[in-house]
């Protein structure tokens, strides 16, 4: 799992190094936040960019990355401080949060989003970040297909909490 994340971060790194002609990342801190869980801050004085990075084991039974709503609703918008520490509990303690989508007008998602295993709104155009069953991190178009079946009709399923056009369900 480490290497993956390094390897997302490496690729990171010379893409940036490619467009923006050798900036030069320096790392001024690294802390333990949890068993398994590294923050780093990362420095390039010169754009100026601040980059930070939690490295997570999830190998660990301990860590898990969640997604959240907002609100826990489709509709609401709230900082990503409100919802980590609403969330934070005994035996529950968030280390870090992140605003992983954009949102339309009432705090819609714009792209995919799932919520323990419900999906809170379906879209195809975007690519989706993912944690599969075995803890593996992904990141792809996933597609989704649905219907209704009742007695012989079946009817397919357009979309989920999205803008539904005609003849759409």
Request: aromatic content about 6%.
């Amino acid at each position: 799992m480490e290497t993956k994340m390094k390897t997302i971060i490496i690729c990171f790194t010379l893409l940036l190094t490619h467009v923006y002609a050798q900036p030069k990342f320096d790392t001024v801190s690294t802390r333990n936040v949890g068993v398994g869980i590294v923050h780093l801050e990362i420095l390039e004085p010169a754009k100026p960019w601040t980059i930070d990075v939690l490295e997570i084991d999830l190998s660990n039974t301990m860590n898990k990355i969640d997604s959240v709503k907002a609100k826990n609703n489709l509709y609401g918008n709230e900082a990503t401080s409100e919802m980590a520490s609403t969330r934070d509990s005994s035996g529950h303690t968030v280390v870090g949060a992140i605003n992983g989508d954009f949102y339309a007008s009432g705090g819609i998602p714009i792209g995919k989003q799932m919520v323990n295993g419900e999906i809170v709104k379906q879209n195809s155009l975007y690519s989706s970040f993912a944690i599969n069953t075995q803890n593996q991190p992904a990141i792809d178009r996933p597609s989704f297909s649905g219907s209704i079946v009742a007695k012989s009709n079946v009817i397919s399923i357009d979309n989920i909490n999205g803008t539904r056009i005609q003849d759409n369900l």
